[in-house]
């Protein structure tokens, strides 16, 4: 099992819908703890939620949308709609989420010290918590693979679609500019193929580091 041979803490990113969480099951499958950021800004949300309907109750009024749901809830869908409507705002949602995001990761890092560990987040470049990784793995796809996953999957309005994408065009730069070690896959075949090249990069990565098949 590779994930036994040396501890990692991988950065696993890229732009929406490029197949992070495939990357994520599969190396899940090499004994990796994976944690998804995602479900983690949900927790955060609402663990922020007094912040979250100060910080915008006001810009939602205008547009008339309601940021909470009938359970007493943050409506993430409709808070997400709002907040990549305008970098301002959504800078402002970061600053909140951002910092209750990096506390959880850090605290589910230290809880499991004997154990590889995958961070599966788009813009983990903005938190502090992207240090303590081995390296970075970027995966990315075709702006229109990724447009028809998103439409599949997700089921949002075409318009949200192009803002979260447009919100996300610079995140390669901002990856690079961390000057850490960064290994791109281009996710365009198949689930095999990208399996093959998950687990080249990963012993790739052990050997370049004094591992040779888990020892050293």
Known sequence: MLAGSKRLIIALT?????????VSDILEKEGF?????DTLV????????NDILEAFSSAAGQKKISLVLPDG??????LGSLVFSS???LT??????????????????????EKSIVVNATVLYKTPVIKRCSFILYITAPAITRFFRVLQRDSLPILQIFNRFFAQKNIFAK?????????????????NSLKKKILNILQGYLCSQGYND???
């Open 14 to 22: 890229g732009p929406m819908a490029s197949g992070k969480n495939a």
């Open 33 to 37: 703890l994976c944690i998804d950021a």
């Open 42 to 49: 949900h927790k955060a949300i609402e663990n922020k939620k």
């Open 73 to 78: 809830s943050i409506n993430r869908r409709s």
């Open 87 to 89: 970098p301002e705002l």
């Open 92 to 113: 402002r949602q970061e600053l909140i989420i951002h910092p209750e995001v990096d506390r959880i990761i850090n605290e589910y890092i230290d809880e499991n010290p």
């Open 175 to 191: 990856y690079r500019s961390l000057n850490a070690d960064m290994y791109i896959v281009r996710n365009f075949g198949s689930r």
């Open 214 to 216: 888990g020892t050293k």
